[in-house]
């Protein structure tokens, strides 16, 4: 029994996708608590998208269950588990182009907490609402202040990532999953996305998958490492890179990421 005493908000218990003969996860046991910001990585083809996808709805798992805060949801759909409160961002993002960044974070919140149809609320609530508290802070912590009345489709990959995390956030989600948010991103966008992440810590459950651990490591404050679909180390950072198996298998991530240095220390 575990003595931590924030409230579990995940829970995997022993689950198991299968892909015609192939296990791409395999009995994986996982817990996030509350405020963690936890990381998954591994090789291309470990398991971390389907586990990913096995924990917000998108499949059922073939054995095993997931917990969402207290309550089961293993056949639940994804639609359901959001309703909930879990939140993941999509890689095809869910903005609307030819809106305004700030546009956008006034639909999002409003869609999250007033529900009304989005053509009312786009028509009498988006300019009266655009510089309400809770949109501005969104757009300082998210540093699109001097963006906010850029239309979305002509936004970089990064300014868009962080619009739609912003979106995500201002929905207050109790979990937020994000798979490969710094895939595609140049470097001075790692580093602004990073920073506005930072900013949740303490105030947001997040899960990262990633594949390079090297632009994650400071941020993270646990890992769980997956390989040929079983998770193979779990805990603080340092100490899943000194696990014997993981230093086996992970020679080829660091490889296939261009980032050797990171075991040879
Ligand atoms: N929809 C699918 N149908 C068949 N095989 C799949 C499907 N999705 C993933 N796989 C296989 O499952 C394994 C794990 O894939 P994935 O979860 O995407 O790994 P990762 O995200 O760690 O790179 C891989 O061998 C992949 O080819
Ligand atoms: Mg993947």
Known sequence: MSTDPRAEIIRAEGVTKRFKGLVAVDHVDF?????????????NGAGKTTFFNLLTGYYPPDEGRIVFKGQDVTRMPPEKRVDLGMMRTFQLTATFDSLTVVDNLVLSYYRAYEKPSLLALFFNTC??????????EIL??????????????NLSLGEKRRLEIAMSILADPSLLLLDEPLAGLAESEIKMLLDVLKARVGRQTILIVEHKLSHVQ??????????????IAEGPCEECLRHPEVRRS??????????GEAVAS
């Open 250 to 259: 992970y020679w080829q991530i660091a490889t296939e990421a261009g980032e």
């Open 127 to 136: 300019k009266s609402r655009r510089n309400a508290p809770k949109i501005l």
């Open 140 to 153: 300082e912590t998210f540093n699109l202040g001097d963006i906010r009345n850029r239309v979305v489709k």
């Open 31 to 43: 817990v996030l608590r509350e405020f963690d910001v936890a990381g998954i990585i591994g090789s």
């Open 218 to 231: 400071d941020f993270l404050q646990r890992l769980t490492v997956m390989h040929e679909g079983r998770v």
